[in-house]
Each structure stands twice: as structure tokens, then as C-alpha cells.
């Protein structure tokens, strides 16, 4: 492991639904400045880790650290999160989300956000309830990375859209994300993001599979696509 500052660290992770353990002891670093793809398929525990990770899930075992911290409060204040569904009220419009995370967070770029929105082509007055999935996307997307975040912990952030959107989802994450900052990225779309990712962690029933740099992957020619068929080829 490279002895770059490790921002997340992670000890030795469980965590448990009743008596089903869907997190069975997994520890890693991820140094500052990365981009890391989070992968496995569905019910493999990634949704656990992540919401461990930003706070949503406390009653786990083991250590996560962010900058030294353990998630909380303070934590919070350095990672942005953005969730799989939609967490706005319906009867939001893009002006309302935007003054109300900007009310949350010293660290969101109000300006930034509605210069986002215009060069997006968002209308400003419309609620959510009334928007294309589509347009969701960009404005959570905008409430994300309008934050000067040490890390952005994105959850499935290509689900459910075309693949001309998927290419605009990635270019906007790269142009905006804070400088040196971390971006832990969770989704199935491997081919997708396969050429932005630094490192890749695969999650196989609860445990760390496979923890390396994208580069040793392609070492000896294979794509992080086809190491996942790999891994999980008895999964299905």
C-alpha cells in the first residue's frame, strides 16, 4: 500500500441484521486524491459499508475513520454524500434545494450551484415531484459536487439513466470534485467508470475479494470489467 495520507480508514467492519451478517470483518485504506470504484453485485453489503461510512448506520463493529474521525458530526462536514434515491421533499424546486443545502453546509458553493443548474438547463421553479429522472440526477448531482468535500461517497450515481447521460454524470463528477479530495464511487456499471478509477474494491458476501490499484489490473492486459466476471462468476 502506498504510504500516501490515508483519509478512510476502515478496521476489521461488521455488521449485522438480526443474524445475518452482511459485513464480516473488512479493513482497508483509501489514500487522499484517489478515485475508487466500489463494486459487487446486489446484496453483497456495499449499501452497509456506505452508510456506515457517512453516519446513516452507527450500530456496526469495528473502526471507520475519515481524517482521523469516527463518522459523525464532524465527519459530516468533509464528505458528500449522494444517495441512490431521491431525499428531497417533492415539493421542492432546484432554487429551494439549493438555498437549503447551502443553509446546511459553509462548505457548498451556492454561486457555483446555480451556474450549475443554468449550464445544466435546469428550470429553477419546477418541483421535483414534476421532473424527469433525468433532471433529478443533475440537481442531486449539483448538491453534491457544489460541496468542497474532502471525500464524496457516490452511490449508484449512472443507476436508471441512458448512456449518453452516464458520459455527462462522469464528466460532471471530474470537472467539479474539490482538488485532492476522494471520491469513493459505488455501482455495476463497471465498463462505465472503468477508465476514471485510481484503485477498485470488490465485495464478495460481506468480504473484501480484491483491493488493488487499477493499474496492476492492466498489467498483464485484463480490464476491471473482466476481473469482476472473474470474482463473481459462482455468484450468480
Not at 441484521?17 to 473488512?26: A, M, N, P, R, T
Not at 438555498?99 to 421535483?128: G, P, R, S
Request: hydrophobic share 40%; glycine share 8%.
Amino acid at each position: 500500500m502506498s504510504q500516501e495520507k490515508a483519509l478512510l480508514q476502515i478496521r476489521n467492519l461488521r455488521k449485522s441484521y438480526g443474524s445475518h451478517e452482511v459485513l464480516k470483518g473488512i479493513s482497508f485504506d483509501i489514500p487522499q486524491g484517489q478515485i475508487v470504484g466500489l463494486l459487487g453485485p446486489n446484496g453483497c453489503g456495499k449499501s452497509s459499508m456506505i452508510k456506515s461510512i457517512v453516519g446513516l448506520i452507527n450500530d456496526y463493529e469495528g473502526e471507520i475513520l475519515i481524517n482521523g474521525q469516527a463518522p459523525g458530526v464532524e465527519s459530516k462536514k468533509v464528505v458528500a454524500y449522494l444517495p441512490e434515491r431521491n431525499y428531497l421533499p417533492p415539493w421542492m424546486n432546484a432554487t429551494q434545494a439549493i438555498k437549503y443545502v447551502a443553509d446546511f453546509y459553509k462548505n457548498f458553493d451556492e454561486a457555483k450551484a446555480f451556474a450549475m443548474a443554468q449550464t445544466f438547463e435546469l428550470n429553477m421553479k419546477q418541483k421535483l415531484k414534476t421532473m424527469s429522472k433525468g433532471q433529478q440526477e443533475k440537481l442531486h448531482l449539483i448538491l453534491v459536487m457544489c460541496r468542497k468535500a474532502d471525500l464524496y461517497v457516490l452511490d449508484e450515481p449512472l443507476g436508471g439513466v441512458d448512456v449518453v447521460a452516464r458520459d455527462f454524470i462522469l464528466e460532471t463528477i471530474l470537472r467539479n470534485h474539490a482538488e485532492n479530495s476522494t471520491i469513493l464511487l459505488s455501482t455495476h456499471l463497471i465498463y462505465d467508470i472503468e477508465k476514471i478509477l485510481d484503485r477498485v474494491l470488490m465485495v464478495k458476501g460481506g468480504t473484501l475479494a480484491v483491493n488493488t490499484p487499477v493499474e496492476k489490473i492492466r498489467e498483464n492486459g485484463n480490464t476491471v470489467e473482466n476481473l469482476f466476471r472473474e470474482v463473481f462468476s459462482n455468484v450468480w
